[in-house]
């Protein structure tokens, strides 16, 4: 029998905190055409996900149509992609297990294929960025949460439940700081964005040495690090002691991974040599003997959205097809 009607597009989904993006993506993954809106805008998950379909739907009608659409692919903090559901998330809203994945199924009509962001960013980089070609690598986004995802032998591992690569709720402190997840000494509570201003509040709490952190209105990452570009001493500081740290976890991880590179992405890897420099250095020092200087660190060159949204869409593929309107 020869097959009609191929389908040659998906929708790719990316649920950050934030922001939700989603857009239309054809095979050989170009953007066709895309939007989003505020993810925080949306505390009723019910309402999230009604929203979401609408403006789906929307964006779908306007370039070409539903009967060209094959499949969705999601990404979400939290996610399984063996439960399809974003579960406990400790930064989202919503709270519980949310069967995400069946919710928009319901609405849409269409097969719905959801993963932890971290995974979603590791399987773009795999098939559109720096990791292409590579068997085996790691994947480290660095933004509000700290996550991961490796890929062994050209592909990805999410282990028995869906949850491998959790590595920001590794331990690196114990009984350290408190969490989001409910534990202390997280490695999220030092090296996520909540954990390197609380760094910064206590290195100024604890030294009256000046710094121009202390006149900032908003005190961020991104605030920080512009300090450190000014040449302040204690923003510098800030952000080689949470290299430090951030490296010792990657050293711990690639130790037991033995990864060709990893990959940093988020918006707090951009903090450029304040930060990879310590994390480089740190990584040395305690990784395994034989793989020193054998591991590649660097900075994905994939723009954060347009990586997660391609992800996504590539997820999409994986999907078996399924349609209420064939």
């Known amino acids: 029998m020869i097959a009609e009607n191929i389908k040659s597009e998906v929708v790719g989904v990316d649920i950050s905190i934030e922001t939700t993006t989603y857009a239309i993506v054809d095979v050989r993954g170009n953007i066709l055409a895309e939007d989003s809106f505020p993810t925080i805008d949306y505390p009723d998950v019910n309402k999230f996900v009604a929203e979401l379909s609408e403006k789906i739907i929307e964006l779908v009608e306007a370039n070409g149509g539903y009967e060209r659409i094959r499949s969705i692919g999601m990404s979400s903090p939290s996610a399984s992609s063996v439960s399809g559901c974003i579960e406990n998330a400790a930064n989202l809203p919503w709270k519980g297990i949310v069967p995400m994945a069946a919710m928009l199924r ?5 097969a719905v294929a959801l993963s932890n962001d971290a ?9 559109f ?13 660095l933004g509000v949460g700290l996550g991961s995802c490796f890929f062994t032998e050209g592909a990805d591992h999410v282990g028995h439940l869906g949850y491998a690569g959790e590595f920001g709720h590794t331990c690196v402190v114990d ?4 969490c989001g997840c409910g534990h202390k000494g997280c490695l999220e509570a030092y090296a996520g ?5 609380r760094t910064a509040r206590e290195m ?3 030294s009256d040495a000046p710094s121009l952190m202390r006149t900032l209105t908003k005190l961020s990452p991104r605030t920080i690090f512009e300090c450190c570009e000014q040449g302040d001493v204690m923003a510098q500081k800030v952000f080689k002691q949470t290299g430090y740290i951030l490296g010792l976890g990657l050293a711990n991880y690639a130790s037991i991974i033995d990864p060709e590179a990893i990959i940093l992405t988020g918006g707090i890897s951009h903090a450029g040599k304040w930060l990879l420099d310590p994390v480089q250095e740190s990584f040395e020092e305690h990784v395994f003997g034989n793989m020193k ?22 997820l999409a593929w994986s999907v078996p097809e399924y349609s209420l309107f064939k």
Do not use: W
């Not at 009984?175 to 408190?178: E, F, K, P, S, T």
């Not at 964005?193 to 201003?197: E, K, L, P, V």
């Not at 054998?294 to 347009?306: A, C, G, M, T, Y």
């Open 193 to 197: 964005a909540s954990g390197i201003i």
């Open 175 to 178: 009984d350290g700081r408190l």
């Open 204 to 206: 100024m709490a604890e």
């Open 293 to 314: 200087g054998k591991v590649k660190i660097f900075l994905s060159k994939l723009n954060d959205r347009e990586r997660d949204v391609l992800g996504a869409s590539a």
């Open 119 to 127: 995974h979603v960013s590791a399987l773009g980089e795999y098939t």
């Open 129 to 141: 960025g720096s990791a292409h070609g590579m068997k085996n690598f790691i994947i480290i986004s």
């Open 106 to 110: 319901d609405r849409l009509g269409l």
